[in-house]
């Protein structure tokens, strides 16, 4: 029986980067995780790629000689209270990179097809009063106060000005779980771009719109935007 020749460390390291600070947590799945992690004994390949699916990291990372380093790879998104990321979960990595390849997608899609440009990007700038810069957005989405006074409730509200903004020329990504899977839900307590709740969900859009009206992209606008940048 094969044994994987991988380092203890790297098996702790998965472990905390999934936000799994007690192994007891997992030795219902891999009763030999203390012995593995003490180096007294090594996982089957069979075992490592569980292990490796349990706490989302791709199993090719296990054999590195020491944890790779995993920077952001946007300076800028919304967290609770603005708290700094000192480690990014394999959540929020995840999603991360799917939105970046959608955004690719969609890039290239609409260079394909010559959609026309958005004529509101680049539209406001610093100088703008705020209410005038969200009247032109209310304005560009069509969800002014009778749009929004017509709706029964927040829901309808919200499907509507996704609708507004998808209609615009705007890429809008909406989740509440991990890559369509249902068993790894999205902590609103880690970031609030892909917000379950109302407000949340709201406020992510709309500030998309802002940085789009000053120029950006949201996903994100690194040539401006300072790399150890945090919540906008």
């Not at 998965?14 to 012995?35: C, M, Q, S, T, Y």
């Not at 006074?149 to 779980?177: K, P, T, Y």
């Not at 307590?189 to 802002?210: L, M, P, T, Y």
Request: a negative charge.
């Amino acid at each position: 029986m094969t044994r994987a020749a991988i380092r203890p460390e790297m098996l702790r390291w998965a472990r905390e980067r999934a936000g799994i600070h007690d192994v007891g947590d997992l030795l219902g799945r891999f009763p030999k995780l203390n012995a593995w992690e003490a180096g007294e004994a090594r996982p089957t390949l069979k075992q490592l790629d569980a292990f490796a699916q349990a706490v989302h990291v791709p199993i090719g990372s296990l054999f590195l000689p020491e944890p790779p380093e995993e920077p952001l790879p946007i300076p800028d998104f919304r967290t609770h209270d603005g708290r700094a990321v000192r480690r990014a979960s394999p959540a929020l990595l995840d999603m991360l990179y799917a939105c970046q390849e959608r955004q690719g997608w969609y890039r290239e899609f609409a260079l394909t097809v010559r959609m026309p440009e958005a004529g509101f990007l680049g539209s406001a700038d610093l100088d703008d009063r705020p209410e005038d810069v969200a009247a032109r957005m209310a304005d560009m989405l069509g969800f002014d106060v009778a749009a929004r006074a017509a709706c029964r409730n927040w829901e309808e509200a919200l499907r509507l000005f996704i609708a507004q903004a998808d209609a615009a020329g705007v890429l809008v990504m909406v989740s509440g779980v991990v890559l369509s899977n249902n068993h790894r839900p999205l902590d609103p307590e880690a970031f609030r771009g892909f917000d379950r709740h109302a407000n949340g969900r709201v406020a992510s859009i709309d500030k998309v719109g802002d940085d789009l009206l000053a120029g950006g992209d949201d996903l994100s606008d690194w040539a401006t935007a300072p790399q150890d940048a945090e919540v906008a």
